[in-house]
């Protein structure tokens, strides 16, 4: 990808928009027909986390009262880790396209120039804020600010706590408010719930439409809870890594009662889209409604999660839609709702939902949903992929997300479902019906083929430009090249040639040799006892961008844990 003509597609896109809006003309645009838009995303709640499901151990009565009150989705899938979920819903595209490819190690970077539905609907007229986990970049161009955000309140990498952001707590959490380092108060979902509510009283008090986009970090690990939360559920004699998770759950559930209350109270409700799901299966191992398999899984309760859509007065109360869905459905979806024209030259994988949201048409076209993930930067074909259907599934080496060395047979492992009797996936019908397989294996093909093109795979560029970003902390285990475990360094855009200043953590206070190798050149400098930091000459360019500290006398190390060990601040001097 060139990233510069980043500006030229984010302005083309605007342009436009301001077309459409000409051609629309105001009474297809005016204030009264395009909703408030709540999105909130919970990682790692999984389909049986829920008391509307049937778990009688979990407490959720504000989403239990939700889902009374909501249209539920109830075949809707996610991709089976968080990353490549996000990247879909943002884009409605398949993710694959984006440039994200998985969760850490260079694999959830997506590509700048990518339109998101914030931008979509920032330029539209809506004030658009994010509260909680990004995952698709913590550096410029892939940040919230440079994808449509107005207002921003994060924490970076996969999760709080993990690299670069160590140490850091779910209490007390230190954030990114706006692109700058905030300490904030409070229990990490409240924070985000807390400043959610206060943007949306703002936007209200200006009478401007918003988008609020709350992707909570919660019940991701570490499990992080008070007592209070969780104490409760291992007297009832659950574990207690189950015990934490609900009680996490149960923090979020009293959330998301206190955001719909506050929509009640404002007079907001049924001027509001709020859309509830999760981003895949459960990481642990508990109550998955009967679904078999969880994160990373390519099978149900990997990626089958719960979806509420709730607008009064506009959705059906208590309705459930069992025909597939999927989060690839929820920008053309949301852009129909809100009436936000589609640049004609964006391609989506997605489809719009809205006529089943409103009662308007009671079946959609069938089609097949695609999903694969594995670890690694070049996806294989076949593995660990599944091709949902409103019937079948077939599933291809299921069980192989972490296996980067697979070695792939000439004849693909399948395995064939039937849905409509055996959701749980139970019995292997492949003999059975082994012209569906055939079908659906070609689909497979094409689709992978298809993925393949878009972009070849390639992870989307850091760009260190100092009019965008100075300095630009490269993180090595969340965005590093990896290649069979091993950081070589990070794909890098070099805007302005220049002196730059390179600091590098080192755990080693030994004196040795800072090595900086970019566009074929290896760098060298020597540090003293303690000295991190040292100043090289860089050219412009785009490539691979490798710096490591080589302690005297002692091997080159290649740091592969998820640590701030071996991640750099590179900040341009002059």
Same mark, same amino acid.
């Given at each position: 990808?060139?990233?510069?003509?980043?500006?030229?597609?984010?302005?083309?896109?605007?342009?436009?928009?301001?077309?459409?809006?000409?051609?629309?003309?105001?009474?297809?645009?005016?204030?009264?027909?395009?909703?408030?838009?709540?999105?909130?995303?919970?990682?790692?709640?999984?389909?049986?986390?829920?008391?509307?499901?049937?778990?009688?151990?979990?407490?959720?009565?504000?989403?239990?009262?939700?889902?009374?009150?909501?249209?539920?989705?109830?075949?809707?899938?996610? !991709?089976?880790?968080?990353?490549?979920?996000?990247?879909?819903?943002?884009?409605?595209?398949?993710?694959?396209?984006?440039?994200?490819?998985?969760?850490?190690?260079?694999?959830?970077?997506?590509?700048?120039?990518?339109?998101?539905? =914030?931008?979509?609907? /920032?330029?539209?007229?809506?004030?658009?804020?994010?509260?909680?986990?990004?995952?698709?970049?913590?550096?410029?161009?892939?940040?919230?600010?440079?994808?449509?955000?107005?207002? !921003?309140?994060?924490?970076?990498?996969?999760?709080?706590?993990?690299?670069?952001? /160590?140490?850091?707590?779910?209490?007390?959490?230190?954030?990114?408010?706006?692109?700058?380092?905030?300490?904030?108060?409070?229990?990490?979902?409240?924070?985000?719930?807390?400043?959610?509510?206060? *943007?949306?009283?703002?936007?209200?008090?200006?009478?401007?439409?918003?988008?609020?986009?709350?992707?909570?970090?919660?019940?991701?690990?570490?499990?992080?809870? =008070?007592?209070?939360?969780?104490?409760?559920?291992?007297?009832?004699?659950?574990?207690?890594?189950?015990?934490? %998770?609900? &009680?996490?759950?149960?923090?979020?559930?009293?959330?998301?009662?206190?955001?719909?209350?506050?929509?009640?109270?404002?007079?907001?409700?049924? +001027?509001?889209? %709020?859309?509830?799901? &999760?981003?895949?299966?459960?990481?642990?191992?508990?109550?998955?409604?009967?679904?078999?398999?969880?994160?990373?899984?390519?099978?149900?309760?990997?990626?089958?999660?719960?979806?509420?859509?709730?607008?009064?007065?506009?959705?059906?109360?208590?309705?459930?839609?069992?025909?597939?869905?999927?989060?690839?459905?929820?920008?053309?979806?949301?852009?129909?709702?809100?009436?936000? $024209?589609?640049?004609?030259?964006?391609?989506?994988?997605?489809?719009?939902?809205? $006529?089943?949201?409103?009662? &308007?048409?009671? +079946?959609?076209?069938?089609?097949?949903?695609?999903?694969?993930?594995?670890?690694?930067?070049?996806?294989?074909?076949?593995?660990?992929?599944?091709?949902?259907?409103?019937?079948?599934?077939?599933?291809?080496?299921? &069980?192989?997300?972490?296996?980067?060395?697979?070695?792939?047979?000439?004849?693909?492992?399948?395995?064939?479902?039937?849905?409509?009797?055996?959701?749980?996936?139970?019995?292997?019908?492949? !003999?059975?019906?082994?012209?569906? =397989? +055939?079908?659906?294996?070609? #689909?497979?093909?094409?689709?992978?083929?298809?993925?393949?093109?878009?972009?070849? *795979?390639?992870?989307?560029?850091?760009?260190?430009?100092?009019?965008?970003?100075?300095?630009?902390?490269?993180?090595?285990?969340?965005?590093?090249?990896? #290649?069979?475990?091993?950081?070589?360094?990070?794909?890098?855009?070099?805007?302005?040639?220049?002196?730059?200043?390179?600091?590098?953590?080192?755990?080693?206070?030994?004196?040795?040799?800072?090595?900086?190798?970019?566009?074929?050149? =290896?760098?060298?400098?020597?540090?003293?006892?303690?000295?991190?930091?040292?100043?090289?000459?860089?050219?412009?360019?785009?490539?691979?961008?490798?710096?490591?500290?080589?302690?005297?006398?002692?091997?080159? %190390?290649? $740091?592969?844990?998820?640590? $701030?060990?071996?991640?750099?601040?590179?900040?341009?001097?002059?």
């Amino acid at each position: 990808m060139n990233t510069r003509y980043i500006p030229t597609v984010k302005w083309f896109a605007g342009f436009l928009f301001l077309l459409l809006f000409t051609f629309y003309g105001e009474k297809g645009l005016c204030a009264e027909n395009r909703p408030n838009v709540i999105i909130i995303l919970t990682d790692d709640q999984g389909y049986g986390d829920v008391g509307f499901h049937g778990n009688p151990k979990i407490k959720t009565p504000h989403l239990d009262r939700m889902a009374k009150q909501s249209t539920e989705l109830t075949r809707f899938y996610c !991709s089976p880790v968080c990353a490549p979920t996000r990247a879909s819903l943002l884009t409605g595209r398949n993710y694959y396209r984006t440039g994200v490819i998985h969760t850490s190690r260079g694999g959830a970077k997506m590509h700048g120039e990518e339109i998101t539905i =914030a931008e979509l609907l /920032q330029q539209a007229g809506y004030q658009t804020g994010i509260f909680g986990k990004w995952h698709l970049g913590d550096n410029y161009p892939m940040r919230p600010q440079d994808q449509g955000f107005t207002e !921003s309140l994060i924490h970076k990498s996969g999760g709080i706590g993990q690299s670069p952001d /160590q140490p850091n707590s779910y209490l007390n959490p230190k954030l990114w408010k706006n692109g700058e380092v905030f300490q904030s108060t409070g229990y990490c979902t409240d924070v985000f719930f807390d400043a959610a509510l206060e *943007f949306i009283d703002r936007q209200q008090q200006a009478v401007k439409p918003f988008f609020v986009y709350l992707p909570t970090n919660a019940p991701h690990t570490p499990l992080e809870i =008070a007592e209070s939360y969780w104490k409760p559920y291992q007297q009832q004699g659950l574990d207690e890594t189950t015990a934490r %998770v609900y &009680g996490m759950i149960t923090n979020l559930d009293e959330n998301i009662g206190k955001l719909l209350t506050h929509l009640d109270r404002s007079d907001l409700s049924e +001027k509001t889209v %709020v859309l509830f799901l &999760g981003d895949n299966g459960p990481q642990q191992k508990r109550d998955t409604g009967g679904l078999r398999g969880r994160k990373s899984w390519i099978y149900e309760g990997g990626i089958r999660v719960p979806c509420l859509a709730q607008w009064p007065g506009h959705f059906r109360e208590g309705e459930k839609i069992n025909q597939i869905a999927a989060h690839i459905d929820l920008l053309p979806t949301l852009l129909a709702l809100t009436n936000t $024209p589609r640049p004609e030259r964006l391609k989506l994988d997605g489809v719009d939902l809205s $006529p089943l949201l409103t009662g &308007g048409k009671e +079946k959609l076209p069938e089609r097949s949903l695609f999903f694969q993930v594995h670890r690694g930067l070049r996806p294989q074909r076949y593995q660990n992929f599944a091709v949902v259907t409103e019937r079948f599934k077939l599933t291809g080496y299921p &069980g192989t997300f972490g296996n980067e060395n697979l070695m792939l047979q000439a004849e693909p492992v399948l395995e064939l479902y039937d849905l409509s009797v055996d959701p749980g996936e139970r019995k292997d019908v492949l !003999s059975k019906h082994p012209e569906t =397989a +055939k079908t659906l294996l070609e #689909q497979y093909e094409a689709w992978f083929s298809e993925m393949k093109t878009t972009r070849n *795979f390639e992870p989307g560029l850091i760009v260190i430009d100092r009019e965008q970003e100075n300095p630009s902390v490269l993180c090595r285990y969340q965005d590093g090249s990896f #290649q069979q475990g091993v950081s070589e360094g990070w794909m890098v855009k070099i805007v302005r040639p220049g002196l730059y200043r390179v600091k590098i953590n080192r755990e080693s206070g030994k004196p040795g040799k800072l090595t900086v190798n970019w566009q074929g050149k =290896a760098l060298h400098e020597f540090l003293k006892n303690g000295e991190s930091a040292a100043e090289f000459e860089l050219t412009a360019g785009a490539g691979l961008l490798d710096i490591w500290f080589q302690a005297e006398g002692e091997d080159r %190390v290649y $740091p592969g844990d998820n640590s $701030p060990r071996g991640d750099v601040v590179i900040t341009q001097v002059k």
